[in-house]
């Protein structure tokens, strides 16, 4: 067998690959002064192009084609210590191999390859044999290897199931295997295992690796996320055969798909599942920056198999991709209405966000609207009742009582210790929390606030999104700050998403806001101009319940102001953040109301009027209470059409109010409908879309020139008539002249069946990678892949019915299918042979045993097992948290599930055996496995073979089963004697334990077992 | 092997891993690679006594007599010159600044200023160097904690300890070659695996957690029933199945030596986490607490037990240091818990003649502010997090003992003198070890990642 390495360094290739070889050696060693960074770039010497190569330098040329005398680049490479290349400081050598090597290289006239990866595929070779096959056999041949000889049936049916359900055959289906013809029973079970179910739960690991799906959002406080929906989409497009181009489109961009289904925008989540941080005094933008670049550097590697996050700082050492394509890739992804923070306080899923309604919500939810929209219209065609209008004119104008609906009414001119008393009567005061002033400028005098400290009003309503309401005070501010929090009901800005309503100045602009989640679930209308400094100014806001823009008012000194829509898109709760009362001056890690006035707190629980509100604004100190007693200042300057304005927002006008209770119940079904619903964090696009900066240094505060999205300017072009969006992106990957994206795929699949790849590095197909060891087998697969419409079940049954996948070894590692199994499968199979496995598509993930305490000594969260069910599922299922993942399955090299990953490690450790010994999982599969045997009329040397044949697929000689004999004899004699120690043994795990059969039998069966789950045979293909 | 490039054998490595030949084990075993320090070594191991939070450098070792004087008083805006604050106090109408509640004194001949918080950690000050001018770019707890552990903010990056694994190997390969010891029963700000996790490294190099109780490392107790005789007759049998299977794949082999380097763990762990062997003197020397397993001074016990033992690399973890308020009464608490543990074990390796090769560190993530968040009252206040300047001190392994490096201003807000960056601590951790920490590399995704990034400077003051 050809050691790898030197295979990768090429030493035993033909002579026409010196150029590959040599370019190589100059990307590993001097590209990091003389390769694409051009702010990192050395005497202005590049190396990476052969244009700079040949260009006259400061002291020469560092290559003169054919000529290695006359190339500085030789003669450096082989100085002394003063002008040596690479210069001792940088720690770098060439050996003299490779000096030897750059200049034949040189002498041969120096050309310059392109890399492969970059370059179209390669023409498919036409064979009459699988060319696959063809392909190794030609591979081998180069190192003087033949091909072995196939497996046995059984073997390459072991093979077969674990590669593509990731189950091992059962006994039946061994004997069915054997006795079938042979011609066509390969074709068969292929075909049988490719339909089965578990095909696609077991494809989706190694995608969900990629994906970094996680139960979890990652960071500290690492809360639960239900992304779930996403997994199981994963499952179902791998089972449905969904082509591998739409399995990329869909993920990349099926929200923009015409007619998107909601499967299509579920896809998007891929998107989304990056860590995300909620730590208190977090800078939202740099978070916020943070995913944006994983989402560039998933689609980097995932897809592509490019080493993009390299570009984020600074141009490419190696590759041909300057920080600006990184930014410029940035931009597709970079127009989602997101926060940098999830909440705290609350658990609203970030946006963008989908419902996900069951069907019959679905159409519960589409008739309520309709009823909505049918109440509005019916609301504003109701005519006016003139005597109801009189009755009530004439009443109004000597009433007495306040005015309806008032429920908060602060005046601020004197304090009651530190109370702010409520003039509507029967209900609480304000509060004063901490030091103010008062101030003389206004009637009756108001406060002046520190930004730190606040006032609260208790007891004032919960107003909902379907509540209807006005609020007005007086406010006078000191200075314009960026953003000062005037008046809002809620807990917190970005720890609660603001969660709530709030009034703001930003830059001196008056906004109001009604908030789920901010700012991709919410609505604010902002003032288009600012109020004015050192000025009292009356600011009042109506809202009429229908939680949109068109429904809020913002009036300034009781004129009706102009605003912009800032936002306009609420769907779920305002409430529910243990948000506390009405407050006004300071919140919770936010820009208070510093050295800001206020005076005047009314608050109603009905929309007011026009009329009304001018009226509100008008009054000086005598509050509406006393200032409504007072006809002669109400009526002033009132026309018959306030009188009638005034009327109809008033519940006196018993027509319309019936119509709008009816509205406001209708709004109230709808809502709590829509609050009940799950939804899951997809991509959405904003309609304007973000501008994007190239960042320096990567660094979210430093942005520097704006850029637009492109795709990377080493990849052929887009098609010019493609969306600029990430739906033209994505379309571009499946381009048929695109050159990485069918061979990334081909070689996951391969990597897939053979647990090595095509490629030595799967995560970086560039130039540092280490690349194809037979680029025609890959080029051919690729393009017959395309050629299939990307057919991926068809790819996979293609190679596993080759000679190559038949073989007992291959002197090619990638070429070997022989490892031990995967995390999940090791698992999984235990469950499965010993029949505790549950299987059930989908779902919510599930938590088995763990160790008692791993959680709790991280967060002090509590890790709480299932009880039933959960502990028996595929572990596909299992709860991933991200910061204290499942142990068993990290120590078995199982992706941790950070960032994307595309390959995993396959480690042998002590504390693998330890797992397969002592995880009571297995102790347990172990104990129901042994009593399935047991319960079988069987003689003693059956069972062995039996079990024996059932964990490895194939039959023990007498070797294997004198040794499990003996193992079963001195366990069954040791716990006859210590049945204590048997009951011990036997009680592990929550499965029922078979009460009829001998304990120290049944323990000593579960001992031979348990030992036989750490066996060679058991954990690996053959 | 020595007229070979070590840096090229690492990457041949680094190669055959990616291809999927199998890396077995944290011991010597049929490892590939047995590196070579690249200078004489100061130290062979390294205990970390992390102090997860931040704490509060103003309290404990870098006293600032100005700030009492100036209490009350807004930050002036000549210290903060502009540097971001967290979105914590961020949006506080004032800084006030607010001296400490604690008084300090000079101790030992080298006339270190230390708290009266910290009175066992006083008595051993000619043993320490203590480093007052340490600086990281990160505010937040999770990117902070990370960055120190693994060199880089993101996650993703193999941890100090899996470098350490890379580079050195394993002295006994009976026991792991990174342990990490967690204080129980710890409330404040969460830790999490990939502070000890190998990133992209192969996963024997991981850091194993130790804990309290029956099962120091994850799944190390046979079943009930199982008894270790019974344990090894298995391991007999497995043996045979496993000579029979070699015939079809010699992996089989490798595969039993790991299963009884399992069962040789299931003597040797226990062995360690028993105490039962220690000295009344030595459990007085750590304090009451020792006898409790699991707490901070049992954990440093055990830590000297590991490192006696040939662990490369010990990490505590003890959390809550995180005082945004209530900090008089909290940073007491965390004092009481882990000054004298933490003297201890430096006096009882010192005593053992271990000191000298086994450095010691302790320190958190970053510092806290001069000015209070929130407001300061007649009896406590509150400080955030800061990054710019904070504390640690560092004792044994080839560091100069009996010193302070580093200065702050008047403040403690900004550094006045030789600034010490974590990519600093890093090299020079690496540095004591006999690795420049420059050609420790490993190639992923076609790079030479280094625990330093392309940072880092060993501070030559430092060393001994």
């Given at each position: 067998m050809i050691p790898l390495p030197l295979l990768i360094l090429g030493l035993l290739a033909p002579q026409e690959d010196l150029a590959p070889k040599a370019y190589a050696i100059l990307a590993d060693r001097c590209f990091p002064c003389h390769g694409p960074d051009a702010n990192t770039r050395k005497a202005g010497l590049r190396l990476d192009e052969r244009a700079g190569a040949l260009a006259m330098g400061k002291r020469g040329v560092a290559i003169t084609p054919g000529e290695s005398l006359h190339s500085l680049l030789i003669a450096r490479i082989g100085a002394g210590p003063e002008d040596v290349m690479p210069p001792p400081s940088s720690k770098l050598v060439l050996s003299v191999e490779e000096q030897q090597l750059l200049r034949e290289w040189v002498d041969a006239g120096a050309e310059y390859p392109r890399h492969w990866a970059f370059d179209a595929l390669l023409p498919p070779r036409n064979e009459s044999r699988e060319v696959i096959d063809v392909l190794v056999e030609e591979s081998l041949a180069l190192g003087g290897h033949k091909p072995a000889d196939p497996v046995s049936p059984t073997a390459w049916l072991r093979r077969a199931s674990l590669v593509l359900t990731g189950l091992p055959p059962t006994l039946e289906e061994l004997d069915?295997?054997?006795?079938?013809?042979?011609?066509?029973?390969?074709?068969?079970?292929?075909?049988?295992?490719?339909?089965?179910?578990?095909?696609?739960?077991?494809?989706?690991?190694?995608?969900?690796?990629?994906?970094?799906?996680?139960?979890?959002?990652?960071?500290?406080?690492?809360?639960?996320?239900?992304?779930?929906?996403?997994?199981?989409?994963?499952?179902?497009?791998?089972?449905?055969?969904?082509?591998?181009?739409?399995?990329?489109?869909?993920?990349?961009?099926?929200?923009?798909?015409?007619?998107?289904?909601?499967?299509?925008?579920?896809?998007?989540?891929?998107?989304?599942?990056?860590?995300?941080?909620?730590?208190?005094?977090?800078?939202?933008?740099?978070?916020?920056?943070?995913?944006?670049?994983?989402?560039?550097?998933?689609?980097?590697?995932?897809?592509?198999?490019?080493?993009?996050?390299?570009?984020?700082?600074?141009?490419?050492?190696?590759?041909?991709?300057?920080?600006?394509?990184?930014?410029?890739?940035?931009?597709?992804?970079?127009?989602?209405?997101?926060?940098?923070?999830?909440?705290?306080?609350?658990?609203?899923?970030?946006?963008?966000a989908l419902d996900l309604p069951t069907d019959d919500q679905a159409q519960r939810i589409e008739q309520l609207r309709e009823v909505c929209a049918q109440l509005t219209l019916e609301l504003d065609d109701l005519t006016l009742d003139p005597s109801l209008l009189a009755a009530w004119r004439a009443e109004q104008e000597q009433a007495s009582a306040p005015p309806k609906g008032l429920v908060g009414s602060y005046l601020m001119d004197e304090r009651e210790g530190a109370a702010l008393r409520n003039q509507v009567q029967g209900k609480l005061a304000g509060a004063i929390n901490g030091p103010v002033n008062w101030v003389k400028d206004r009637p009756g005098g108001g406060l002046r606030l520190t930004g730190d400290h606040s006032l609260s009003f208790v007891g004032n309503p919960a107003f909902r999104r379907w509540d209807p309401m006005t609020l007005g005070l007086w406010i006078a501010p000191s200075e314009h700050m960026e953003r000062a929090v005037i008046l809002h009901r809620s807990r917190a800005w970005h720890d609660s998403g603001s969660r709530g309503l709030q009034l703001l100045l930003e830059e001196g602009k008056p906004s109001f806001s009604l908030i789920h989640f901010w700012p991709g679930n919410a609505v604010r209308v902002r003032a288009t101009k600012p109020v004015t400094v050192g000025e009292w100014t009356h600011i009042a806001i109506t809202h009429d319940g229908s939680g949109r823009a068109a429904g809020l008012k913002m009036y300034i000194n009781g004129a009706l102001t102009e605003c912009e829509v800032v936002r306009d898109h609420l769907t779920r709760t305002i409430v529910g953040s243990g948000e506390g009362h009405l407050t006004i001056g300071e919140r919770f890690r936010d820009r208070g109301f510093r050295d800001g006035s206020v005076d005047d707190l009314h608050v109603f629980d009905r929309e007011l009027s026009a009329p009304e509100v001018v009226f509100m604004a008008r009054l000086d100190d005598q509050g509406l209470i006393t200032g409504w007693k007072d006809p002669e200042v109400r009526n002033a300057d009132w026309t018959e059409a306030s009188w009638v304005a005034a009327f109809e927002a008033s519940p006196a006008d018993t027509v319309r109010e019936a119509k709008r209770k009816q509205l406001y119940a209708a709004r109230k079904e709808l809502a709590d409908l829509v609050d009940s619903l799950p939804s899951l964090m997809v991509m959405a696009e904003m309609p304007t879309p973000r501008t994007t900066h190239i960042l320096d240094r990567g660094a979210y505060d430093q942005p520097g020139r704006q850029v637009q999205p492109k795709v990377l300017s080493c990849l052929p072009p887009m098609d010019p008539s493609a969306p600029t969006s990430r739906l033209g992106l994505a379309r571009w990957l499946v381009q048929p002249d695109h050159p990485l994206t069918s061979r990334v795929a081909v070689d996951r699949f391969w990597r897939l069946l053979f647990g090595r790849g095509l490629v030595g590095t799967p995560e970086n197909f560039g130039v540092q990678g280490i690349g194809p060891w037979n680029q025609e087998l890959l080029d051919t697969l690729a393009f017959e892949f395309q050629a299939s419409g990307w057919n991926v079940k068809q790819l996979l049954k293609r190679i596993v019915l080759s000679e190559t996948f038949a073989a007992q070894s291959c002197a090619i590692r990638g070429a070997d299918p022989r490892r031990r199994l995967s995390a999940e499968a090791l698992r999984d199979q235990a469950l499965f042979h010993s029949g505790l496995m549950v299987e059930k598509l989908g779902g919510p993930s599930v938590k088995p045993y763990q160790p008692a305490g791993l959680w709790k000594e991280k967060s002090g969260q509590v890790y709480t097992a299932d009880t039933g069910v959960?502990?028996?599922?595929?572990?596909?299922?299992?709860?991933?948290?991200?910061?204290?993942?499942?142990?068993?399955?990290?120590?078995?090299?199982?992706?941790?599930?950070?960032?994307?990953?595309?390959?995993?490690?396959?480690?042998?450790?002590?504390?693998?055996?330890?797992?397969?010994?002592?995880?009571?999982?297995?102790?347990?599969?172990?104990?129901?496995?042994?009593?399935?045997?047991?319960?079988?009329?069987?003689?003693?040397?059956?069972?062995?073979?039996?079990?024996?044949?059932?964990?490895?697929?194939?039959?023990?000689?007498?070797?294997?089963?004198?040794?499990?004999?003996?193992?079963?004899?001195?366990?069954?004699?040791?716990?006859?004697?210590?049945?204590?120690?048997?009951?011990?043994?036997?009680?592990?795990?929550?499965?029922?334990?078979?009460?009829?059969?001998?304990p120290a039998a049944l323990a000593g069966w579960t001992v031979v077992i348990s030992t036989l789950f750490s066996h060679h045979g058991v954990i690996s293909l053959p | 092997m020595k007229h070979l490039d070590r840096r090229a054998l690492l990457r041949g490595t680094g190669a055959a891993i990616g291809a999927g030949l199998m890396a077995s084990s944290w011991g010597q075993g049929n490892q590939l690679i047995r590196p070579t320090p690249h200078h004489l070594a100061k130290a062979k191991r390294v205990v970390w006594l992390f102090q997860s939070g931040g704490p509060s450098?103003?309290?404990?070792?870098?006293?600032?007599?100005?700030?009492?004087?100036?209490?009350?008083?807004?930050?002036?805006?000549?210290?903060?010159?502009?540097?971001?604050?967290?979105?914590?106090?961020?949006?506080?109408?004032?800084?006030?600044?607010?001296?400490?509640?604690?008084?300090?004194?000079?101790?030992?001949?080298?006339?270190?200023?230390?708290?009266?918080?910290?009175?066992?950690?006083?008595?051993?000050?000619?043993?320490?160097?203590?480093?007052?001018?340490?600086?990281?770019?990160?505010?937040?707890?999770?990117?902070?904690?990370?960055?120190?552990?693994?060199?880089?903010?993101?996650?993703?990056?193999?941890?100090?300890?899996?470098?350490?694994?890379?580079?050195?190997?394993?002295?006994?390969?009976?026991?792991?070659?990174?342990?990490?010891?967690?204080?129980?029963?710890?409330?404040?700000?969460?830790?999490?695996?990939?502070?000890?996790?190998?990133?992209?490294?192969?996963?024997?190099?991981?850091?194993?957690?130790?804990?309290?109780?029956?099962?120091?490392?994850?799944?190390?107790?046979?079943?009930?029933?199982?008894?270790?005789?019974?344990?090894?007759?298995?391991?007999?049998?497995?043996?045979?199945?496993?000579?029979?299977?070699?015939?079809?794949?010699?992996?089989?082999?490798?595969?039993?030596?790991?299963?009884?380097?399992?069962?040789?763990?299931?003597?040797?762990?226990?062995?360690?986490?028993?105490?039962?062997?220690?000295?009344?003197?030595?459990?007085?020397?750590?304090?009451?607490?020792?006898?409790?397993?699991?707490?901070?001074?049992?954990?440093?016990?055990?830590?000297?037990?590991?490192?006696?033992?040939?662990?490369?690399?010990?990490?505590?973890?003890?959390?809550?240091?995180?005082?945004?308020?209530?900090?008089?009464?909290?940073?007491?608490?965390?004092?009481?818990?882990?000054?004298?543990?933490?003297?201890?074990?430096?006096?009882?390796?010192?005593?053992?003649?271990?000191?000298?090769?086994?450095?010691?560190?302790?320190?958190?993530?970053?510092?806290?502010?001069?000015?209070?968040?929130?407001?300061?009252?007649?009896?406590?206040?509150?400080?955030?997090?800061?990054?710019?300047?904070?504390?640690?001190?560092?004792?044994?392994?080839?560091?100069?003992?009996?010193?302070?490096?580093?200065?702050?201003?008047?403040?403690?807000?900004?550094?006045?003198?030789?600034?010490?960056?974590?990519?600093?601590?890093?090299?020079?951790?690496l540095h004591l070890l006999g690795i420049d920490h420059e050609r420790l590399t490993y190639k992923y995704q076609g790079r030479h990642f280094r625990l330093t990034d392309v940072f880092g400077r060993v501070p030559r003051a430092l060393l001994g």
């Open positions: 069915q295997f054997e006795a079938a013809d042979p011609k066509t029973r390969k074709a068969t079970a292929t075909d049988r295992l490719l339909a089965s179910p578990r095909f696609g739960e077991h494809l989706a690991a190694p995608w969900l690796d990629a994906a970094r799906y996680a139960d979890t959002y990652g960071y500290q406080s690492d809360v639960y996320r239900a992304v779930w929906p996403y997994r199981d989409w994963v499952i179902g497009a791998f089972n449905r055969n969904l082509p591998y181009d739409s399995f990329i489109v869909d993920q990349l961009a099926g929200d923009l798909l015409p007619n998107a289904t909601r499967d299509q925008v579920v896809a998007t989540a891929f998107n989304r599942l990056h860590r995300q941080t909620n730590e208190g005094g977090s800078v939202e933008e740099e978070f916020r920056s943070e995913y944006v670049a994983d989402r560039v550097n998933t689609f980097g590697t995932a897809i592509l198999g490019l080493t993009m996050t390299c570009s984020r700082c600074h141009d490419h050492k190696y590759d041909p991709i300057p920080q600006e394509d990184y930014y410029s890739m940035a931009a597709f992804f970079d127009n989602i209405d997101e926060s940098g923070l999830y909440s705290h306080f609350t658990n609203a899923v970030p946006t963008p959960g502990l028996y599922r595929r572990s596909l299922y299992t709860y991933w948290k991200l910061t204290s993942p499942p142990p068993s399955m990290l120590l078995l090299d199982a992706a941790k599930r950070d960032d994307c990953s595309v390959q995993r490690p396959e480690t042998s450790t002590p504390l693998q055996a330890l797992v397969f010994w002592n995880d009571p999982q297995y102790v347990e599969a172990s104990r129901v496995l042994a009593s399935v045997i047991l319960n079988q009329e069987l003689s003693q040397p059956e069972r062995i073979e039996r079990i024996f044949r059932k964990l490895t697929s194939r039959r023990p000689n007498p070797a294997e089963s004198q040794a499990i004999a003996g193992l079963l004899q001195q366990a069954q004699t040791d716990y006859a004697a210590d049945l204590d120690a048997a009951q011990a043994l036997l009680a592990v795990g929550a499965s029922e334990l078979n009460a009829d059969l001998d | 450098q103003l309290e404990l070792l870098d006293h600032k007599p100005l700030l009492k004087e100036r209490q009350g008083e807004d930050l002036p805006p000549s210290v903060r010159q502009g540097q971001r604050l967290t979105a914590m106090s961020g949006n506080q109408a004032t800084l006030p600044l607010v001296g400490s509640a604690y008084s300090f004194a000079r101790y030992g001949q080298s006339g270190a200023e230390i708290s009266e918080l910290l009175p066992h950690t006083a008595r051993i000050a000619d043993r320490l160097c203590i480093v007052r001018s340490m600086h990281t770019e990160a505010i937040n707890h999770d990117p902070a904690v990370t960055f120190m552990q693994t060199g880089s903010q993101i996650a993703g990056r193999p941890s100090i300890g899996s470098w350490l694994s890379l580079g050195l190997g394993s002295n006994n390969p009976d026991l792991p070659t990174s342990c990490v010891l967690i204080s129980k029963n710890k409330g404040g700000q969460p830790i999490y695996s990939r502070l000890w996790g190998s990133g992209f490294l192969p996963s024997k190099h991981q850091g194993i957690p130790l804990r309290a109780g029956k099962d120091p490392i994850l799944y190390l107790s046979n079943p009930p029933g199982v008894s270790r005789e019974q344990r090894k007759r298995a391991l007999d049998a497995l043996a045979q199945l496993h000579t029979e299977e070699a015939r079809r794949n010699p992996l089989a082999l490798e595969r039993q030596e790991q299963a009884e380097l399992a069962w040789r763990l299931q003597a040797s762990v226990p062995e360690v986490a028993d105490l039962s062997d220690e000295s009344e003197e030595t459990f007085e020397l750590y304090g009451k607490d020792s006898r409790d397993p699991g707490t901070y001074a049992a954990n440093c016990l055990m830590a000297r037990r590991l490192l006696e033992r040939g662990v490369r690399f010990v990490q505590l973890f003890h959390k809550d240091w995180d005082q945004h308020g209530s900090l008089v009464g909290n940073i007491r608490r965390q004092c009481r818990e882990t000054d004298q543990g933490s003297a201890a074990l430096v006096q009882d390796l010192a005593r053992r003649g271990m000191l000298e090769d086994t450095l010691v560190i302790w320190g958190g993530e970053f510092g806290r502010t001069a000015y209070s968040q929130g407001p300061i009252t007649a009896t406590d206040y509150g400080r955030d997090h800061h990054g710019r300047c904070f504390s640690l001190w560092m004792a044994g392994g080839g560091i100069r003992p009996g010193m302070t490096y580093g200065e702050s201003d008047p403040f403690g807000y900004n550094i006045v003198r030789d600034p010490m960056h974590v990519h600093d601590l890093q090299a020079l951790i």
